[in-house]
């Protein structure tokens, strides 16, 4: 038995590293497609802590996103070296900070950012959380889009843009890699990127949870009276949920950022968070597989049905363009795959199990 | 001073017309403790529906005088959206009522993206002017300028708000709307019909929500397929802050809320010396929500009630 779960692994890991190479060959808009299911699988892991692990409905969480992606935006593109004389002498040939500085202070940033929308506001019952968390990430996009005077830090709704590549050890990922007479696009490079990060998010994300800390969390979910009750110390378990979540969110915007090369206020609207929110609770709330399923599905699939929906407009007489069919299947989804399977489409076995044998 | 009591009106104006949404959302989470996402979706469709009515209506009847024309439309309105809502709550909301509390939600979301979709699909995306059908001359009040529109809104707010008190405190079905929210077993065993209760309650609050939509359509003069967002949040931020699940928290909430703004949007130009501009507005509602949650974490009006287990 054991042998054969290796072998599945083994199978598995062999087609993740090959996807993008085949799908390389379809052009590189199939390996972008990967490349934002594996973001949005990251952001919905770290929102899985927050929501999935101690319950705590948070409906803002793009903010965090943002944060990372305008750290990591302010910090390597020409913008404020621009606006700054000061920061332009300090740095003639411009700020093209490290990686391992930008997404460190970036993660730590939103972490913190987190902490202090936690502290105030944790000891809410669950549906204020939910509208309190809603505001602050209005706020930040208000903010971001607004912060372009007196002092021009974000740029406005016009967005920061010529950012940096990511580049690790020199290798560039901003551009193929040749390797005899075969090359990697540069999308593909991404997405090992990406894939490796999900691997690490997941691993912590699986060890979080059947740590202490993670049944903590889990009990505070199911019952926070009673968890407190055993003498957990509730409010400083929910903030560094809410502090470990954002963090992931920090992370994955430094990513999206130095992915797309353009970020503008437009990219972090509610309707974003909600969607995270979305994918979790399809997936199947706590439950890593499912969240991961669910992260895939209302991202990937709606994008390849941009492709599929050409004829269907013909059809319509360009009533339903793809944008708006994509819209009006994700809205399907979430009802009807919540309708049959309140619980999620993947839902933990083990959740519940106490109430059945009751 | 003028600039003050210019900013009163506007922000009473705007006020009423988040009361009258927030009182939606209110009853429906006093009830089934569901956010209802979908609410400002309502208002949208009853903004846009009693547009295309009276484009019918003017061609069909040009001579009628506008406030006929606004009464009628009004009314296709709330017809329009009391079979949404109702439809909403029995397709969507009603079979999830066991379920985890999450369900709901989501699908609450889901439906209030596909509302937008269909909307969008029917009525097309472009903006569309929203005809002024009252009389366009301001009245000038010493100084303080309002127009009919707005009184027609002050007055068409505290008369629905009237007949809703009536209406929750001395009959028989808002008898049985008060049990149901205290305690829907215990009101099923007295002989209250929840899900009759509920769906009242989802035919109440999409009369209001149409009433909203229209009158903030008149107000802007412009309507939409995405217009239903924005006063849906504030809405729902008015009912959080008066104390959610409390009808005259949702009213005193959504006024003060519009008076916040209106007030705050005046005047913080000339405290921060042009720093902070009024396009800071949407953000006020949220940071007085934080501030108030944090000092007062039910709300104004909320009863300060043991978590339940």
Not at chain 2, 192 to 211: E, Q, Y
């Amino acid at each position: 038995m054991k042998n054969n779960k290796t072998l599945q692994y083994i199978l598995i890991g062999a087609a993740l590293i090959a996807l993008p190479l085949i799908l390389q060959m379809f052009g590189n808009a199939w390996v972008r497609i990967a490349d934002m299911a594996l973001l949005y699988i990251l952001l919905a892991i770290g929102l899985n802590i927050v929501v999935g692990y101690a319950g705590l409905l948070d409906l803002g969480y793009v903010a965090f996103f943002a944060v990372g992606a305008y750290m990591y935006g302010l910090l390597s593109s020409p913008h404020l070296t621009n606006t700054f004389a000061w920061i332009a002498a300090a740095y003639p040939n411009g700020m093209h900070m490290p990686i391992w500085l930008i997404v460190p202070v970036g993660a730590a940033l939103a972490g913190l950012f987190g902490m202090l929308l936690g502290a105030p506001t944790l000891k809410l019952r669950g549906d204020y959380l939910a509208i309190v968390t809603l505001g602050f990430g209005e706020i930040i996009r208000v903010f971001m889009n607004n912060l372009d005077h007196p002092v021009n830090i974000t740029n406005g709704p016009k967005g920061l843009d010529q950012i940096d590549p990511i580049s690790i050890f020199g290798l560039n990922l901003g551009k193929k890699l040749v390797i005899g007479d075969f090359e990697i696009a540069s999308v593909s490079l991404y997405y090992y990127l990406f894939l490796s990060l999900v691997l690490v998010t997941i691993l912590i994300s699986h060890r979080l949870e059947i740590s202490r800390i993670g049944r903590a969390w889990m009990a505070i979910r199911e019952d926070e009276i009673a968890a407190k009750a055993m003498g957990l110390n509730t409010r400083n378990l929910k903030l560094l949920a809410f502090g470990m979540g954002a963090t992931f969110g920090g992370v994955s915007g430094a990513m999206f950022a130095g992915f797309q090369g353009f970020i503008s206020p437009e990219s972090f609207s509610l309707m974003e968070s909600v969607m995270i929110v979305a994918m979790v609770v399809l997936g199947g709330l706590g439950y890593l597989p499912g969240v991961i399923l669910g992260a895939i599905l209302l991202s990937a699939l709606p994008e390849v049905l941009r492709y599929v929906a050409g004829p269907l407009q013909e059809m319509t007489g360009g009533r339903l363009d793809s944008a708006i069919l994509r819209q009006l299947l994700v809205a399907l989804a979430m009802i009807v795959i919540m309708l049959m399977r309140p619980r999620g489409l993947w839902p933990s076995p083990e959740h519940g199990k106490s109430l059945k044998t009751k | 001073m003028d600039v003050f009591f210019q900013q009163v009106i506007n922000g009473l104006v705007m006020g009423s017309m988040y009361a009258l949404v927030a009182l939606g959302y209110t009853m429906v989470y006093g009830i089934i403790n569901l956010i209802n996402f979908a609410h400002g979706e309502v208002l949208m469709v009853g903004a846009l529906t009693s547009w295309s009515a009276i484009g019918m209506m003017r061609d069909a009847m040009p001579g009628a005088p506008g406030w006929v024309i606004l009464i009628l439309a009004t009314l296709i309105a709330c017809v329009v959206a009391v079979v949404l809502n109702y439809s909403i709550e029995k397709i969507a909301y009603r079979p999830l009522r066991n379920s985890p509390k999450l369900a709901p939600l989501i699908t609450a979301i889901g439906m209030s993206i596909l509302l937008q979709t269909l909307a969008m699909i029917i009525w097309k995306p472009n903006y569309k002017a929203y005809p002024t059908l009252l009389s366009s001359t301001p009245i000038n009040m010493g100084g303080v300028v309002i127009t009919p529109t707005q009184v027609m809104i002050l007055g068409v707010t505290a008369v629905s708000l009237a007949i809703l008190m009536w209406l929750v405190n001395y009959t028989r079905l808002g008898r049985a709307m008060r049990a149901t929210a205290e305690n829907p077993r215990v009101a099923g065993l007295m002989g209250v019909k929840p899900d009759m209760v509920i769906s009242a309650t989802f035919v109440i609050g999409a009369i209001l929500a149409a009433i909203a939509g229209v009158m903030y359509a008149s107000n802007y003069g412009t309507a939409q397929h995405a217009m239903g967002f924005l006063p849906g949040l504030k809405a729902f931020t008015a009912a959080v802050f008066g104390g959610i699940g409390n009808l005259s928290g949702a009213v005193i909430g959504g006024i003060l809320l519009g008076l916040i703004e209106a007030i705050g949007s005046g005047y913080i130009g000339h405290l921060t010396g042009g720093v902070l501009g009024s396009h800071y507005t949407d953000i006020f509602a949220f940071i007085v929500l934080i501030i108030v949650l944090t000092l007062r974490p039910s709300g104004l009006m909320g009863e300060r009630v043991a978590d339940r287990a």
